[in-house]
């Protein structure tokens, strides 16, 4: 059975326990970026939380300084006004003719009462493949349980390290790129993997 994603807090724990695949690099170098608005706007899932995606800005949020090849994503519960302080900026690559994206916390140590536990948070990066189609769109990570499979038995061979926790890879971009070519098609690789099926919100 598939896991559906919850957010924001749930979604957090989840990313933490392991439920998807980590890794210390992002699936994407500057070249592989492009300008694009394919998710600008907000989004609702089938567990009424209302994704937010916007353009990212290095610097004050004038027009010379939009980045057009990121997006800054933020999550609220459907019927709240106000979004949560947590943020993730979210990449888009396309290889192979299909799309992924690569996820990226952002300001996780910047709140004013810090705890042991923030200090011992690292961030990094999860990527997912993406079908975007008019105002419809499924997000699907790799099941992290597939990949320790195919690794425990010797059927894969990528830069990773295992903490029996959790696997994080470690390859490169151009080694991930080929990690997730190989399986774009494979039913197993997302099987069980976190999913999230999201509507736009139209106004």
Not at 16 to 23: Q, T
Not at 39 to 53: H, N, P, T, Y
Not at 86 to 97: D, S
């Amino acid at each position: 059975m598939k896991t559906k994603i919850f957010v924001p807090v749930v979604a957090l724990l989840l990313f933490l326990s392991g439920c998807v695949v980590f890794s210390f690099y992002p699936l994407y170098t500057e070249r592989d970026l492009f300008a694009n608005d394919l998710l600008v706007g907000e989004w609702i899932d089938s567990d009424s939380s209302v994704w937010k995606f916007d353009f990212n800005y290095r610097g004050k949020q004038l027009p010379e300084n939009r980045d057009s090849t990121a997006f800054i994503l933020q999550f609220r519960q459907k019927g709240q006004s106000d979004f949560e302080n947590g943020k993730m900026i979210v990449h888009i690559v396309k290889l192979g003719g299909t799309y992924f994206l690569d996820f990226y916390a952002l300001d996780y140590l910047d709140k004013k009462d810090l705890t042991v536990l923030d200090f011992h948070l690292m961030p990094v990066h999860s990527f997912a493949k993406l079908n975007v189609k008019g105002d419809k769109a499924v997000i699907r990570w790799f099941d992290p349980k597939w990949l320790q499979e195919l690794i425990e038995q010797n059927r894969i061979r990528i830069h990773h390290e295992n903490s029996d926790d959790y696997i994080l890879l470690t390859a490169q971009p151009a080694e991930l790129q080929k990690f997730v070519l190989k399986y774009v098609n494979s039913v197993e690789a997302f099987d069980d993997g976190l999913d999230a099926e999201l509507q736009r919100i139209k106004k």
